[in-house]
């Protein structure tokens, strides 16, 4: 059964000009589909251009070239004001800092009430507030939070408060940027649980951006791993994990503590280094591409290593 993309990423690049003639490859030359009612992790280490892609599907960066299809259409050539309001209602972004994203001036009602209000999908202030209550009922909170402030919130509560958001104008693609890596451990899996939940029920593609491998495995279909601007591996949850070929993504796996003390204790963590021989037919000095080296499990390297992996 062929699954439907809904939101292509094709030959995206995004660089950051900092002064000539500096230039920051912040998202180098990344293709991925993303399949309707999917949840794919984009996972690596800081600085990586995870959230920089992201932000570049959403159009708050421009993309240097490339194209971002959303249901087979460019949404960088969206002429019209009404086109790019049925895009960004389509496609909406739960951000990484819940302290940061919510405005301290507004509240909550109105926070929640922005898109309602930019996109027209309300006739009367009553259905306004009945809305914003749904809402936050749905991510577990009460209706009196209102007409409250974000600071009289925790993090996790505000995290809520800003899914509540993305959801209000029933988006069909969410795409959360490290929504929990400002959150306590204790109340990471709760928003991470809500997230599942909200998918399940409502239909919603997710684009989970991270750099903790445990929990994108646990939320996630498949697994995107991205690399100094670049994407070296992609493939399914269990494939990923199981049998990882590239050695970047052995190392991340390598940094995840075990739950069994007498494992972690000899458990090795491998480093990795772009540049050493072992790594010979990865490093970003060769003649480097994206192949399907096993059934839906993609590596970059080199022809040569691809030949060896595929055997």
């Known amino acids: 059964m062929t699954q439907e993309v809904i939101l292509e990423i094709k030959n995206v690049k995004k660089y950051f000009n900092i002064g000539k003639p500096t230039e920051v490859k912040a998202v180098d030359d990344v293709s991925l589909d993303v399949f309707k009612g999917e949840t794919f992790g984009l996972v690596g280490e800081s600085g990586c251009g995870k959230s920089t892609l992201g932000r570049t599907i959403m159009h708050l960066y421009q993309a240097t070239s490339g194209e971002v299809l959303y249901e087979g259409r460019d949404s960088q050539k969206f002429k019209n004001k009404k086109e790019k309001l049925e895009f960004t209602q389509s496609v909406q972004m739960i951000f990484q800092d819940p302290y940061a994203s919510l405005n301290p001036r507004f509240k ?39 007409y409250r402030y974000p600071h009289e919130f925790s993090g996790g509560q505000r995290q809520r408060i800003g899914i509540a958001r993305a959801l209000a104008v ?142």
Not at 285 to 293: A, F, I, N, P
């Open 108 to 146: 909550i009602i109105d926070i929640i009430s922005e898109g309602l209000d930019v996109q027209k999908l309300h006739s009367s202030k009553k259905e306004r507030k009945e809305k914003v209550f749904e809402l936050l009922e749905l991510v577990g909170l009460n209706k009196e939070s209102a």
């Open 170 to 311: 029933n988006p069909k693609v969410i795409i959360a940027d490290e929504p929990i890596s400002a959150l306590d451990v204790s109340i990471q899996a709760q928003v991470v649980n809500l997230l599942q939940e909200l998918q399940k029920s409502m239909g919603l593609t997710v684009l989970f951006i991270a750099h903790d491998l445990s929990m994108v495995k646990y939320i996630s279909d498949r697994i995107g791993v991205m690399y100094k601007g670049k994407l070296v591996e992609l493939g399914d949850v269990e494939e990923i994990y199981n049998h990882p070929l590239h050695p970047y993504t052995k190392s991340l796996l390598s940094a995840i503590p075990i739950a069994n003390p007498k494992l972690e204790r000899s458990r090795e963590i491998i480093d990795y280094n772009a540049e050493d021989e072992s790594n010979k037919g990865f490093k970003r000095s060769e003649d480097l591409k994206l192949y399907e080296v096993r059934e839906k499990h993609f590596v970059y390297c080199t022809e040569e290593k691809y030949k060896e992996l595929s055997k």
